[in-house]
């Protein structure tokens, strides 16, 4: 560390371990200021006819006036020339400032722009990004006016000095740890603080952090995302991706700026002995971030919200939430949304399997072409109830998120009433008759239907929330056929009523029927590509990738005829183009079967033998069998041999066609 001694203006510097007591000093740069460069050699540079020397020599003053040796200013303890390009100097120093201030015996801040105590909230030094550091290190403050005169210390002027800053008295006092605090209450403090290059704003921080990384002067508002990644290796405090920002391009998971805190100061970590289950570490990568946190679906396909191990203070029962975009709708690529706001939510009136933890992916930035607005989706205008009208953007934002609220109302409500809001998809009627506290969601229906089944095969997003937003609904009841809401939803190709189900963890999503089909079966045999993808998306579809008849979604594409997700399917390197299900049917003879030459042909380009066969029966055979000379055809041209009575009777029906 290099000082500065007081008496001769000369620097020396001290190995670690060695350093004698010393002052420091908290200002803000004003024209010509004194460089290490200067002190060099003072006698033959005009070091002293610059105006920042009055400041050095005051500074200087002070200190020795109390019986200081040393003292350590930025300005002139720091070599900052250019043969020192490499910036290491600048880098240590950085990286050790918040530490040298809080080992100085004392630190004067200068307030070089007021006189009295009473102009303190208005004066420059507030309004800077290193003085953050400044004020929150050192043990012992004294603050000084223009003319070096004592405004008081930082005990006297607690009170003054949290009101500006929103910093707490026992922050400010040394009586609380940095580390008790949430980091996005720290990011607050650091809200509308400036600096004279971009990338302070973030190494201005480091200190208060707690963490070090290399400085890289150029690299703009990358500084602010790196400082955050840096922090999210030191510490699992889910706060700090609790920011709000105005702006409309924002669709990741760190904040730009320390701005972006501005409404964050009363985010605090959940009260002692609050527990959550165990997370997975976070990890930053080329892909993005990647943590796990609770999910909770909204009413709107895709839309949900992260909730987060943080409160704000005076609503310590809630929890903050940041609303969220399922990128793909396979709950792994995910992105920021709505960023203009968070969202409140009491766990304590859902059950957990409603809000399971998942694995996440943010990306990094926003990519080209993807730009969205900052909110482009609107629940049901009948969830009034619960939704807050948002006049100004003329939109509807959950402010808190709850479940529909019950009246006291007690009455008799008719299950047909309820059944029949379902079916003429009534979200209001349902939403007034779920209100009642005797209600149940669970009746039955013919052949043991239930609500959420006939909501899930009619596809209503807004009729299936209201139901799944209930504490007591069974999401995978079956029916008398073995039947869930899930396979209606999957059969019906209901993306969006399919994406909610999979949401929750209280659904068996490779459920069998009594016909032995799964919700993949049923998307397989219509030829939904994307909800295919989705379902085989979820790993435990993966691992149970046969329904109960042994049968692969393959195995239902082929025999559909089922062209593009047949294509789909074969360009996965897990999936067996040639392998039979529990009867002994393989997908090409499945095809040839039904007369799907084109499958077929796919099937042969991607390796499936031409002799393939089905308990002994070949793929060309069950083609003549019924009839289909096109697939015949096909399997001619790719090398299948017939035999002598299959040829003659091809080539017959082959000269009469």
């Known amino acids: 560390m290099r000082l500065l001694h007081t008496l001769t203006f000369e620097t020396r510097t001290f190995p ?18 004194v460089t290490y460069a200067d002190l060099q050699d003072l006698q033959g540079t005009h070091a002293t006819e610059k105006k920042g020397f009055e400041k050095i020599r005051s500074s200087c003053y002070t200190a020795n006036t109390n019986g200081f040796d040393y003292i350590w200013i930025d300005t002139c303890c720091i070599d900052k020339t250019s043969r020192n390009a490499d910036l290491t100097e600048i880098v240590g120093a950085i990286n050790s400032m918040y530490r040298w201030y809080g080992e100085a015996t004392i630190c004067y801040a200068y307030l070089a722009d007021i006189v009295s105590r009473d102009e303190m909230e208005g004066s420059r030094w507030f309004t800077r990004g290193w003085t953050l550091q400044e004020l929150i290190a050192p043990r012992n403050m004294v603050f000084l006016n223009k003319h070096w005169k004592v405004l ?7 009170n003054e000095i949290s009101k500006r800053t929103r910093i707490p008295i026992d922050i400010l006092m040394g009586k609380m740890d940095l580390e008790q605090t949430s980091v996005a209450q720290r990011m607050a403090w650091a809200v509308g603080r400036q600096t004279s290059r971009m990338e302070d704003r973030a190494y201005s921080l480091l200190g208060i952090f707690g963490v070090n990384m290399p400085l890289l002067y150029g690299e703009g508002q990358m500084a602010f995302i790196r400082l955050q990644e840096e922090i999210m290796k030191a510490t699992e405090d889910e706060s700090l991706f609790a920011w709000t920002s105005r702006s409309d391009i924002h669709n990741r998971l760190l904040a730009a700026s320390p701005d972006d805190f501005n409404e964050s100061s009363d985010v605090i970590r959940k009260p002692e002995g609050y527990s959550m289950t165990p997370k997975s570490p976070w990890d930053v990568s080329n892909r993005g971030v990647r943590l796990e946190l609770p999910f909770l679906a909204t009413s709107e396909c895709g839309i949900g919200l ?16 940041i609303y969220i975009r399922d990128i793909f709708l396979t709950f792994e690529r995910f992105q920021r949304i709505d960023c203009k706001r968070l969202a409140l939510v009491d766990l304590s009136l859902f059950r957990p399997n409603q809000y399971p933890s998942r694995l996440m992916t943010f990306q990094h ?6 730009r969205m607005p900052d909110l482009n989706w609107k629940p049901c205008p009948d969830l009034s109830l619960y939704l807050q009208l948002n006049a100004r953007s003329e939109v509807l934002s959950m402010e808190v998120v709850a479940p529909i609220p019950q009246s006291p109302r007690l009455k008799f409500i008719d299950h047909k009433r309820l059944l029949h809001a379902v079916e003429t998809e009534n979200a209001g009627q349902l939403l007034d008759l779920l209100s009642y506290v005797n209600v149940k969601v669970n009746p039955t229906y013919n052949e043991g239907r239930t609500l959420l089944s006939y909501a899930a095969e009619k596809g209503n997003m807004e009729i299936a929330w209201l139901l799944l937003s209930r504490r007591d609904i069974r999401a995978d009841k079956e029916d008398d056929q073995g039947r869930t809401p899930l396979s209606y939803a999957a059969e019906a190709g209901h993306i969006n009523i399919v994406w909610l189900l999979l949401s929750r963890s209280d659904v068996n999503v490779s459920s069998n029927d009594a016909s032995g089909s799964t919700p993949l079966s049923y998307a397989a045999r219509s030829g939904n590509v994307p909800l295919t993808k989705i379902l085989l998306s979820q790993s435990e579809i993966r691992r149970h990738i046969k329904d109960g008849n042994g049968r692969t979604p393959l195995s239902h594409a082929a025999e559909c005829g089922r062209h593009d997700l047949v294509r789909m399917l074969l360009d996965m390197s897990d999936i067996d183009a040639d392998e039979p299900c529990k009867s002994g049917q393989t997908p090409i003879c499945l095809a040839a079967a039904n007369g799907h030459a084109n499958i077929v042909d796919l099937l042969i380009t991607h390796g499936v033998d031409v002799y393939s066969s089905s308990n002994g029966i070949s793929a060309a055979k069950l083609a003549a069998d019924h009839g289909h000379l096109e697939v015949e055809n096909v399997l001619i041209k790719r090398g299948a041999y017939l035999p002598p009575d299959l040829a003659r009777v091809h080539a017959l029906r082959d000269f009469f066609l």
Not at 16 to 33: F, K, N, Q, R, V
Not at 152 to 158: I, N
Not at 365 to 370: F, K
């Open 306 to 321: 992260a909730i987060l191990n943080c409160t704000r203070r005076g609503k310590e029962s809630q929890s903050v939430a």
């Open 365 to 370: 930035q926003r990519v080209a072409g993807a």
């Open 16 to 33: 670690d371990g060695e350093t004698p007591p010393y002052a420091i000093l908290s200002h803000t740069w004003e024209e010509e200021e």
């Open 152 to 158: 008081g210390t930082k005990s006297e002027l607690r």
